[in-house]
């Protein structure tokens, strides 16, 4: 079987469809090879590992992880595996970064990341989130146009999206149980079970799971904020079928 590699954006949910896809990928008897794990220990950026490495990327029965930085969602390797690629509407990607990045990210452990890392959360820290989201949306573009290029080009892609994984769990499992060619066995329902649960009680600032309901730009950032942003994101949130 073709090895596998999963595509996302920072803050769509690509930690846990990432946990549920790995797990999926070794019970369908993927070797597991989870490249953007490593990164973080490392003084090299995820676009330079990927490339650095993508030499040593087996074709054949693998599954590479998910690989979240734009400047890795054109690797040459990509045309010869296949890919899952996950979106969230970037108003909300942006708000989510904001809050993870000022409150509940956690920090590389190499030395030289960490001491960028800490640098950026002073930085943002001194920001107000609408300053913030209106910085950074160009950047969401250029994400999302990105991987807009490999769901219609790639031969062998399968486009999810946050929305659905939180909002209509059991459609999103079905779509990546069939990419894999993996049925929901009794042993993978178990395996999976506290994967699939995206409930949580309330907003916590300092957790990684802050919140999960889709729309959470409208309640954090201010109308004309979103105006802004709408400006420079509709031809690619169009594009996915998210409404301006």
């Given at each position: 079987?073709?090895?596998?590699?999963?595509?996302?954006?920072?803050?769509?949910?690509?930690?846990?469809?990432?946990?549920?896809?790995?797990?999926?990928?070794?019970?369908?008897?993927?070797?597991?090879?989870?490249?953007?794990?490593?990164?973080?220990?490392?003084?090299?950026?995820?676009?330079?590992?990927?490339?650095?490495?993508?030499?040593?990327?087996?074709?054949?029965?693998?599954?590479?992880?998910?690989?979240?930085?734009?400047?890795?969602?054109?690797?040459?390797?990509?045309?010869?595996?296949?890919?899952?690629?996950?979106?969230?509407?970037?108003?909300?990607?942006?708000?989510?970064?904001?809050?993870?990045?000022?409150?509940?990210?956690?920090?590389?452990?190499?030395?030289t990341k960490l001491a960028a890392f800490?640098?950026?959360?002073?930085?943002?820290?001194?920001?107000?989130?609408?300053?913030?989201?209106?910085?950074?949306?160009?950047?969401?573009?250029?994400?999302?146009?990105?991987?807009?290029?490999?769901v219609n080009t790639h031969p062998e892609?399968?486009?999810?999206?946050y929305e659905e994984m939180v909002e209509?769990?059991?459609?999103?499992?079905?779509?990546?149980?069939?990419?894999?060619?993996?049925?929901?066995?009794?042993?993978?329902?178990?395996?999976?079970?506290?994967?699939?649960?995206?409930?949580?009680?309330?907003?916590?600032?300092?957790?990684?799971?802050?919140?999960?309901?889709?729309?959470?730009?409208?309640?954090?950032?201010?109308?004309?904020?979103?105006?802004?942003?709408?400006?420079?994101?509709?031809?690619?949130?169009?594009?996915?079928?998210?409404?301006?």
């Open positions: 079987m073709k090895s596998t590699i999963a595509l996302s954006m920072h803050k769509a949910g690509s930690s846990i469809a990432d946990q549920i896809f790995t797990k999926i990928a070794r019970e369908r008897g993927y070797e597991l090879d989870l490249i953007s794990r490593r990164v973080s220990d490392t003084p090299l950026s995820e676009p330079e590992y990927y490339r650095e490495y993508q030499s040593q990327m087996k074709t054949e029965g693998v599954y590479f992880g998910m690989a979240r930085h734009p400047d890795c969602h054109d690797l040459e390797i990509l045309p010869k595996l296949r890919v899952l690629v996950q979106v969230r509407d970037p108003r909300d990607c942006i708000t989510s970064m904001y809050f993870s990045f000022t409150k509940s990210h956690v920090p590389p452990s190499d030395p800490e640098e950026r959360r002073a930085k943002l820290q001194a920001l107000d989130i609408d300053t913030w989201a209106i910085k950074e949306s160009k950047n969401y573009l250029k994400r999302m146009e990105k991987l807009e290029a490999v892609v399968q486009l999810l999206t209509n769990t059991p459609a999103w499992a079905e779509k990546v149980l069939n990419f894999f060619d993996q049925p929901m066995t009794p042993k993978l329902e178990r395996i999976l079970a506290g994967d699939l649960d995206f409930s949580v009680s309330a907003e916590d600032v300092s957790k990684h799971k802050r919140q999960v309901s889709p729309g959470d730009h409208r309640r954090k950032l201010k109308p004309e904020t979103i105006e802004q942003m709408n400006e420079v994101l509709a031809p690619a949130m169009r594009n996915f079928g998210y409404s301006v």
